[in-house]
């Protein structure tokens, strides 16, 4: 087994691993990235980026994070291919098993491992994502303006993307599979209340149609089992995240879902050393530039937490 010592390990890509990276390596620290089992994370996903800043013009998503890894590459962090397959946080030493076999002895170690959506898994619906499915309305409701789209789900993150989508296209249809919502009764009442949301009810998704871009979805009633056609252009999937954490669950404080709890107004986590950014502890933002904010932070206090050992 090959042992590799680093100031700094960034466990995860993305924007926020990328970000961390830029940071400590820039600052002199010997950092080590692993990107993970989906190196760019979500956003490699995601077609056009149009709300992350210096991109006028908007960018593909994975010709984002390219940039993103050329510029840490630029500084000095070695990057890796693989993924880290387990930790051991029980002494000062941090230290992690890589994929290919490998030791690392870290100082500090960055969690940037991020969040996967929950996806219907049915074959259209893969086929399409990135053509008119996507699991963000922030991110890509902007190009179904005038359009009519489809929310599913009925917690309150579909009840929050259906009110989004309102704002921005000509009618939201929200497919909810039981006869009531799980939403908090407020934001229930909103979506109540607003002209362009249709809720159906005992509903689910048995197909997304179009050959090259979403064209309709068919609709299938669990009670009766009627099956409905509607014509659409966008269907987002809000039935909930799951945070890429359980390699850490060992040691580190979580919430019930699994998200990694930070000190407040830093990524400081209950192990000294060990920092958590991005979706991996944000639940309630989930951008691309938030978690690229949050991978500076741990970076900042990882340097400041070496500072003073």
């Keep these: ?80 291919n693989g993924m880290i397959k387990s930790v051991d946080f029980s002494t000062d030493l941090l230290s992690a098993i890589s994929d290919e076999g490998n030791k690392i002895h870290a100082k500090t170690v960055i969690i940037s491992t991020g969040a996967s959506a929950k996806w219907l898994n049915i074959e259209s619906e893969k086929r399409l994502n990135g053509k008119g499915v996507s699991a963000c309305a922030v991110c890509d409701g902007f190009f179904f303006r005038n359009q009519d789209v489809a929310v599913v789900g009925g917690g309150d993150t579909a009840a929050e993307e259906a009110l989004y989508l309102s704002k921005l296209t000509k009618k939201v249809y929200l497919i909810v599979r039981r006869d009531e919502m799980r939403a908090s009764v407020i934001m229930q009442n909103r979506i109540k209340e607003s002209e362009k949301i249709e809720i159906l009810w005992n509903s689910e998704i048995g197909e997304v149609l179009g050959k090259n871009s979403v064209e309709g979805i068919n609709v299938i009633n669990n009670i009766t089992k009627e ?83």
Excluded: W
Excluded at 43 to 51: C, P, Q, R
Excluded at 52 to 65: C, R, S, T
Excluded at 241 to 262: A, C, R, V
């Design 1 to 80: 087994m090959h042992i590799i010592e680093v100031d700094v390990l960034i466990i995860g890509s993305g924007p926020a691993g990328y970000t961390a990276s830029i940071y400590s390596s820039r600052a002199g620290l010997n950092t080590l990235l692993y990107k993970g089992e989906q190196p760019g994370g979500q956003l490699t996903i995601t077609s056009d980026v149009e709300n992350y800043p210096g991109y006028p013009n908007g960018i593909m998503g994975p010709e984002m994070m390219l940039d993103f890894e050329n510029q840490a590459s630029r500084f000095g962090s070695t990057i890796k």
């Design 227 to 309: 099956v409905k056609i509607i014509k659409l252009n966008g269907v987002f999937i809000a039935i909930g995240h799951n945070p890429n954490t359980d390699i850490f669950k060992k040691y580190l404080k979580m919430d019930e879902s699994g998200y990694i709890i930070t000190k407040p107004d830093s990524t400081v986590t209950n192990i000294n050393g060990v920092f958590a950014t991005g979706d991996a502890q944000d639940k309630i933002y989930r951008q691309a530039v938030t978690a690229a904010g949050s991978g500076c932070m741990g970076a900042l206090d990882a340097e400041r937490f070496l500072s003073n050992i």
